[in-house]
C-alpha cells in the first residue's frame, strides 16, 4: 500500500459501531475502521479483517493516529440537538408548573434580560456548551438574547469548544407584546443587530463549525416589518432559520387573529419556511400546514419532553414522518427539565405510544388513542442523529463516508456498568445504550474528528 492513502488519513478510529442507515434501519458495525481525513469527515469505512486494514493499523499505530475502542464500548453518531434556549439554562427545571405566560414573563424574560452584561453571558454559556457536549451533544442550535454581543460571546465559546453550533440572535420588537425591560429598542436596531450579528460569526473563522440563524423568537413577539425584513436577511445571506410555530394553542390562534391564517402560513408570507428553516414543537399544525412543510423542506424540532408541559397536546409523530416530514429532536431547554437528548429520544418513544393507544382507562379501548401507530426505537435513534443532520441540511448524524466524525464513544462498563447479562444481539446492546446510559457512561466525544470530550 502506498504513502498516499495513508497521509490522506489524518486519524483511525477502531472499534464496534452502531449506525442509522434510514429511519428504520440501524447498521451494526461488529469491528471496523473509520478512516477520518485532515477536514474532519469520514473518507473510507473498513471492516477490521479487510486486507488493507491490516497496513492501516499498523501504520497509525506506530503515529499515534489511531483510536481504538475498548471492550464493552461502541461508537455512535453524535446527538443534534434541534431547539436549545441558551441563556435558559440557570433555570434549567423551574418554575414548569406554571401557566406559559406567567413562566414568560416572571421567570424566563427577566432572566434573559441579564444577558445585557456580556461577562454573565460567557459565564453561563461556557457551562452550557461544556455540559452538553459531556451528554454527547456534538450539534445544537441555539436561541441566544436580542443582545448582539452576548450572541457572539455564545458562538465564540462554541467554536472555542469545538461544538458544532448554530447561533441565532434573538429579534423581539414588538412593543406592544414584550415586557418594557426586554425587547429590540426599534426594529431597525434589531434588524441592523441580526446583520452584524451574523457577519461577526462569518468573521470568527471556525471552518463553517458554527454557523449564523435568523431567529424572529415567534410571531407575537415580532412586528410585521421585522418578520418582513428577516425573511429578506435570512434570503441574502444564504442562512438557517428558527422560531416557534404552533407550539399552543394561544401561539397557534395568535396568528389566526392577526392575519387571519395558521403560524405555518403566516410564517411562510415572510419568507421564514425554507429549505433551511427548523420550527419548533408544531403541535397544532393542520394537514394543510404540514403540507406546507413538506413542500418548503422546513423541518421540525419535536421536544417532547417541553411538550408536555407547555403545548397543550401531544405531536402526531408517526403521521407527521409518514408524511415526509425532515423531523429531529430538541431539548428545548428550559422548557424542557433535562439537557440529555437521550431523554428527548425516550420521550419521544413513550409519548408517540400513549397518543395511539391512548390514556384515558375510563374510554374504551378502540376510542382511546389515535391507533395511527407509533414510532419505534430505530426511529427514535434517527431522530437524534441523522434526522437532526437532514433537518439541518448538514453532512453529520452518521457514521459513514462523506460525513462528519462527530461521534461518541459509549463504554458500558463504565458506572457500574448497564445491565448486559443476557444479551442476545446487538439489538439488546443498542437498547440499553440509548434507553439506559448517560453521560456518565460517555468515555469520549469528537467533533469534526476533533476530540472535545475525553482523554
Keep these: 500500500m502506498d504513502e498516499a492513502p495513508r497521509a490522506g488519513f489524518a486519524r483511525i478510529f477502531r472499534g464496534p459501531a452502531f449506525t442509522p442507515v434510514s429511519p428504520t434501519e440501524v447498521a451494526v458495525l461488529d469491528d471496523h475502521l473509520f478512516c477520518v481525513d485532515p477536514a474532519g469527515t469520514v473518507a473510507r469505512v473498513l471492516a477490521a479483517d479487510d486486507p488493507e486494514a491490516v497496513e492501516l493499523l499498523a501504520h497509525h499505530r506506530a503515529a499515534g493516529t489511531l483510536t481504538e475502542a475498548a471492550p464493552g464500548q461502541y461508537f455512535l453518531p453524535g446527538f443534534v440537538d434541534l431547539h436549545v434556549h441558551a441563556p435558559q439554562w440557570p433555570q434549567l427545571g423551574r418554575a414548569l408548573d406554571r401557566p406559559l405566560g406567567d413562566w414568560l414573563m416572571n421567570y424566563t424574560f427577566p432572566l434573559e434580560a441579564r444577558y445585557a452584561d456580556p461577562v454573565f453571558a460567557r459565564q453561563v454559556y461556557t457551562q452550557l456548551v461544556e455540559n452538553l457536549l459531556r451528554q454527547g451533544t456534538t450539534t445544537a442550535m441555539y436561541f441566544a438574547t436580542v443582545h448582539t454581543q452576548a450572541s457572539v460571546v455564545l458562538a465564540e465559546i462554541c467554536a472555542d469548544r469545538g461544538q458544532r453550533a448554530l447561533v441565532g440572535k434573538v429579534t423581539m420588537d414588538d412593543r406592544s407584546s414584550n415586557p418594557d425591560f426586554y425587547w429590540d429598542a426599534d426594529t431597525a436596531s434589531a ?170 382507562p375510563g374510554r374504551p379501548a378502540p376510542e382511546r388513542g389515535t391507533h395511527d401507530g407509533h414510532i419505534v426505537l430505530e426511529e427514535a435513534f434517527w431522530l437524534a442523529t441523522a434526522g437532526g443532520g437532514e433537518a439541518l441540511s448538514l453532512p453529520i448524524g452518521r457514521l459513514a463516508q462523506g460525513y462528519a466524525w462527530d461521534a461518541q464513544l459509549v463504554d458500558t462498563t463504565a458506572a457500574g456498568g448497564l445491565p448486559l447479562f443476557d444479551v442476545r444481539d446487538s439489538r439488546d446492546v443498542l437498547d440499553a445504550i440509548l434507553l439506559v446510559s448517560g453521560a456518565e457512561h460517555i468515555a469520549g466525544v469528537w467533533v469534526a474528528g476533533r476530540r472535545v470530550i475525553g482523554d
Design 191 to 360: 434588524l441592523d443587530g441580526v446583520v452584524e450579528f451574523i457577519e461577526r460569526v462569518h468573521g470568527l473563522g471556525s471552518g463553517g463549525l458554527v454557523l449564523p440563524v435568523v431567529t424572529p423568537r415567534f410571531i407575537p413577539s415580532c412586528t410585521d416589518r421585522a418578520l418582513a425584513g428577516l425573511g429578506e436577511i435570512a434570503a441574502r445571506y444564504g442562512v438557517h432559520v428558527q422560531s416557534h410555530c404552533s407550539e399552543s394553542d394561544w401561539e397557534h390562534q395568535c396568528a389566526f387573529d392577526r392575519y387571519g391564517r395558521s403560524d405555518a402560513e403566516s410564517l411562510d408570507g415572510f419568507g421564514l419556511l425554507t429549505g433551511r428553516s427548523v420550527m419548533a414543537h408544531c403541535v397544532h399544525l393542520s394537514d394543510r400546514d404540514a403540507e406546507l412543510f413538506a413542500r418548503s423542506g422546513t423541518a421540525i424540532a419535536h421536544c417532547p419532553v417541553s411538550n408536555a408541559f407547555f403545548a397543550d397536546a401531544v405531536l402526531p409523530l408517526r403521521r407527521r414522518l409518514d408524511e415526509g416530514l425532515e423531523i429531529g429532536l430538541g431539548t428545548d431547554i428550559s422548557g424542557g427539565f433535562a439537557p440529555s437528548v437521550r431523554t428527548a429520544l425516550r420521550e419521544a418513544l413513550v409519548q408517540s405510544r400513549t397518543l395511539d393507544h391512548g390514556a384515558d
